[in-house]
C-alpha cells in the first residue's frame, strides 16, 4: 500500500512540476524584455514609429524563388498595418499545377508607389498555396450506390490512394503593429529570423515583422486539384498582431512542422492546428490544463484498473458477462474511431484501453495459454458456486434491460443503412455496432463511477470532448457519465448513510471507541 501511494504521490508531483515549468517556459515566450537604455544605443526602433505609406502586394508562382515568372493576384495600395481586412481573389493555376504541381505566393510589403522588385527596403515572405494529401474516399448511400458527387455539382475528385495536390484557400497574414523598442543584448531567437535591419543614421531600425499563419490551413479548407481546376478562390486575411502573440504563434508553428518532419499526416497536423486557430490565449492556456489533467486521470486510471485486477483472485460479486462486453465495447469504439481518422490524442488511450479490456478478460475467464508447436492453446478455468449465482444475477438484469436496447440499435442501423451514406459496409457496420455500443455502455457504467478516478474524469472528460477534434457520437458518450453522476448523487441524498448499523465487528459508527478505527 506505502508503495503504491508513494507511486501515485511521485506521478502527481512530476505532474505538477511539468506544469509550472510549461508555465515558465510559456512566459518566458509571450515576455519579451524591452529596450530601457538611457541614451538608447543597444535600442532597434521600429520603422512603423515614422508612419510610412505602405503597400501590400501579393504574387504567385511556381517557385519559391520566382524564377519562371510571377503573377499579381493582388495589392493593397493603401495598406495600413492596424486595419483588418479580408478579401476573396480567383486565381488562376498554371498547367502545371493542376497536373499535380505546387504553387507559392510571395507576399511583399513595400513602400507605395514602388514597385517590390526595386524596393531595397520592402520585406517579402513565400508561402506554399498547394500540399499533398491522399484525398478522403467519398461517401456513398450502400443500397442505391449514389455518391455525393452525384447530388452536388462539383468536378470530378480522385479516388486514389496517393498523395495528390491540394488548393489551400485561406492565405492568413500578420504584421506586429507594437512600436516595440529591441533590445540587442535581449534579442529574441524565434523573432530573430524575421526581423530585417537598416542603418538610419546612428539608429538601428527594424523592418514590419511580417508573419504568414500557417496554423489557419486547416484540412476542411483544402479543395482537391485536377485538370478542370482552371480557376480557384483563395481568401486573404489579414489582422494585426502582438509581439507576445506572434512568438506564441511561432512556437506552435515550429511545433507543428516538426510533427510533419517526424511522419504526422496533414490530418494528424490538422487537429493540433485546431486547438490553437481562433482562440484567445485565456482559452489556449484552459486547453493546455484540460489536456495535461485529462493525460494525468487517464494514466492514473490505467494504473488503478491494472493494480485491481492484478490481485483479483475471484469473480464473486462482478461479471464476467460485464468484463466480455466492455472489451468489446472498447474494441469497437477504438475501430470507429480509426475509421473516423480522430486525433491522436484520443486514439492512442483508446487503444491502451483496448488492450487493457482483453487482458482483464484473460483474468475474468480464468484463461491460460500454452503454446505447442508455435499454436496457441486456450485452458478455460472453472467458476465456482459464487460466481455461478453472480452471473444468474447479471442474465436476469440484462434480460429485460435488452428488450428494450436491442429493438432501437436494430432499428437506428437500418435507418443509418437507408437515409445515410458510409464509406463502405465495414464503416456501416462499426458504426451501427459503436451506436449500440454507446446506448448499452449505461448498463455497465454505474457500478464502475467512482473506481478509476472516473468522478475526476468524468468532467475533464466533458471539457475535452468540446476542445479536442472527435467524431461528434463518440462526443455525446462522454456525457454518459455525469447523468451516471447525477443520479448517484441523487441516491446518496434519497438514501444517506445509516450510522447506526452495526458493521461485521458488531459496532455501530455512533458507538466506535474515539481513537479507534475498524474496517468498514
Known amino acids: 500500500m506505502f508503495l503504491k501511494t508513494s507511486f501515485t504521490t511521485l506521478i502527481v508531483g512530476v505532474f505538477v512540476v511539468y506544469v509550472l515549468h510549461t508555465c515558465w517556459v510559456m512566459y518566458g515566450i509571450v515576455y519579451t524584455k524591452p529596450c530601457d537604455s538611457p541614451r538608447g544605443d543597444n535600442c532597434i526602433t521600429p520603422f512603423l514609429a515614422g508612419n510610412p505609406k ?6 504567385t508562382a511556381l517557385q519559391s524563388n520566382a524564377e519562371g515568372g510571377h503573377t499579381l493576384i493582388h495589392k493593397e495600395e493603401k495598406f495600413d498595418v492596424n486595419s483588418k481586412f479580408e478579401r476573396i481573389v480567383n486565381v488562376s493555376l498554371p498547367k502545371k499545377t493542376r497536373n499535380n504541381g505546387t504553387l507559392y505566393a510571395l507576399i511583399f510589403v513595400h513602400q507605395a508607389g514602388v514597385s517590390p522588385w526595386q524596393d531595397p527596403r520592402q520585406i517579402h515572405l513565400v508561402a506554399q498555396l498547394t500540399t499533398y494529401m491522399v484525398p478522403k474516399p467519398p461517401e456513398i448511400s450502400l443500397i442505391s450506390g449514389e455518391d455525393q458527387t452525384q447530388k452536388v455539382k462539383h468536378g470530378p475528385t480522385s479516388t486514389s490512394d496517393h498523395p495528390v495536390s491540394h488548393w489551400r484557400s485561406r492565405l492568413t497574414l500578420n504584421i506586429v503593429s507594437d512600436l516595440f ?6 534579442l529574441p531567437n524565434d523573432v530573430h529570423r524575421y526581423l530585417r535591419v537598416f542603418q538610419n543614421g546612428k539608429k538601428m531600425v527594424y523592418l514590419p515583422l511580417l508573419f504568414v499563419d500557417e496554423l489557419s490551413n486547416r484540412v476542411k479548407d483544402l479543395v482537391e486539384i485536377n485538370s478542370t481546376s482552371v480557376e480557384l478562390p483563395l481568401t486573404i486575411s489579414y489582422d494585426s498582431i502582438s509581439l507576445g502573440r506572434l512568438r506564441f504563434w511561432i512556437h506552435m508553428q515550429d511545433a507543428v512542422f516538426s510533427l510533419q518532419q517526424f511522419g504526422f499526416t496533414e490530418k494528424d497536423a490538422d487537429e493540433i492546428k485546431g486547438i490553437f486557430v481562433d482562440t484567445n490565449l485565456y482559452f489556449l492556456a484552459l486547453t493546455f490544463f484540460v489536456a495535461a489533467f485529462h493525460l494525468l486521470f487517464d494514466f492514473l486510471a490505467f494504473k488503478n484498473d491494472i493494480s485491481f485486477w492484478k490481485q483479483k483472485k475471484s469473480m464473486v460479486g462482478m461479471s464476467s458477462k460485464a468484463v466480455l462486453w466492455r472489451c468489446f465495447s472498447t474494441i ?12 491522436l490524442l484520443v486514439l492512442i488511450p483508446a ?20 503454446w505447442k508447436g508455435g499454436k496457441p492453446t486456450f485452458l478455460f478455468g472453472k467458476l465456482d458456486e459464487s460466481e455461478r449465482r453472480t452471473e444468474e444475477y447479471d442474465t436476469l438484469a440484462m434480460k429485460y434491460l ?23 459496409w465495414y464503416s456501416w457496420v462499426i458504426n451501427s455496432l459503436v451506436n449500440g455500443v454507446y446506448a448499452f455502455g449505461f448498463l455497465f457504467m454505474l457500478p464502475q463511477l467512482f473506481v478509476n478516478y472516473k468522478a475526476f474524469n468524468t468532467f475533464i472528460d466533458d471539457v475535452f470532448a468540446f476542445i479536442i477534434t472527435m467524431p461528434t457520437s463518440h462526443r455525446l458518450a462522454c456525457f454518459r457519465d455525469d447523468v451516471v453522476f447525477l443520479i448517484y448523487l441523487y441516491q446518496r441524498w434519497l438514501y444517506p448513510v445509516d450510522k447506526t448499523r452495526v458493521n461485521e465487528y458488531g459496532v455501530s459508527y455512533d458507538e466506535r471507541p474515539k481513537g479507534k478505527k475498524h474496517k468498514d
Open 181 to 186: 523598442l529591441f533590445d540587442r543584448e535581449y
Open 351 to 370: 487503444g491502451i484501453g483496448s488492450l487493457i479490456e482483453v487482458w482483464k478478460v484473460k483474468k475474468a475467464f480464468k484463461i491460460h495459454v500454452f
Open 54 to 59: 505602405l503597400q501590400l502586394s501579393i504574387y
Open 402 to 424: 435488452s428488450y428494450l436496447l436491442y429493438p432501437l440499435c436494430i432499428g437506428g442501423a437500418v435507418y443509418a443503412l437507408i437515409f445515410l451514406r458510409y464509406k463502405s
Open 332 to 343: 469497437v469504439i477504438f475501430l470507429y474511431l480509426f475509421d473516423e481518422q480522430t486525433s
